[in-house]
T-cell receptor
Framework: DTAVSQTPKYLVTQMGNDKSIKCEQNLGHDTMYWYKQDSKKFLKIMFSYNNKELIINETVPNRFSPKSPDKAHLNLHINSLELGDSAVYFC??????????FGPGTRLTVL | SQQGEEDPQALSIQEGENATMNCSYKTSINNLQWYRQNSGRGLVHLILIRSNEREKHSGRLRVTLDTSKKSSSLLITASRAADTASYFCATDEEGAQKLVFGQGTRLTINP
């Protein structure tokens, strides 16, 4: 059984479009995260949610809007996509700031 | 802000040799974690060492933590081709409620 799943795995889109990435975890964790990994493999946290409440917003442009409908889901909506948004986006979950379980990633390419 | 600095950035060794990767950080931490990322995949948690621990073992992995020097090392003994991956340290900074990742060490094990 997949612990943390993300869809889609690949996303290719034009500049200016709006897209969403979905994440689900079946581990019963309270905390979920979104990370961005750039082309140099640098992994940076974007958001974290605890029990559906936003805990961390790391100075991410407001074109990025996370939504947590329940504890097991954290989706990421991106408006007006820009070239610089091209990256791999990872969802993760954890019980506390402890071992984190990562999804397989969504490779976003903005043309 | 980037907390962990990893050294070396890339390491290539022969199968059977030991691999050592180092991580330095800047602030007080609750714990330090090591993750592995295979190409095109999500990160996988390897080991967590708390700030009051100095050494921890898990199978062929040995992690040390020196809080006075703000550094950690990951030793992989008797390396195998399957150990080829990128390895990241991540620090749980006191009061931050998040992990901050280093830029990673790309390890290649040559058969």
């Amino acid at each position: 059984d997949t612990a943390v799943s993300q869809t889609p795995k690949y996303l290719v889109t034009q500049m200016g479009n709006d897209k969403s990435i979905k994440c689900e975890q079946n581990l019963g964790h309270d905390t979920m995260y979104w990370y961005k990994q750039d082309s140099k493999k640098f992994l940076k946290i974007m958001f974290s949610y605890n029990n559906k409440e936003l805990i961390i917003n790391e100075t991410v442009p407001n074109r990025f809007s996370p939504k947590s409908p329940d504890k097991a889901h954290l989706n990421l909506h991106i408006n007006s996509l820009e070239l610089g948004d091209s990256a791999v986006y990872f969802c993760a979950s954890s019980r506390a700031v402890d071992e984190q379980f990562f999804g397989p990633g969504t490779r976003l390419t903005v043309l | 802000s980037q907390q962990g600095e990893e050294d070396p950035q890339a390491l290539s060794i022969q199968e059977g040799e030991n691999a050592t990767m180092n991580c330095s950080y800047k602030t007080s931490i609750n714990n330090l974690q090591w993750y592995r990322q295979n190409s095109g995949r999500g990160l996988v948690h390897l080991i967590l060492i708390r700030s009051n621990e100095r050494e921890k073992h898990s199978g062929r992995l040995r992690v040390t933590l020196d809080t006075s020097k703000k550094s950690s090392s990951l030793l992989i003994t008797a390396s195998r081709a399957a150990d080829t991956a990128s390895y990241f340290c991540a620090t749980d900074e006191e009061g931050a409620q998040k992990l901050v990742f280093g830029q990673g060490t790309r390890l290649t094990i040559n058969p």
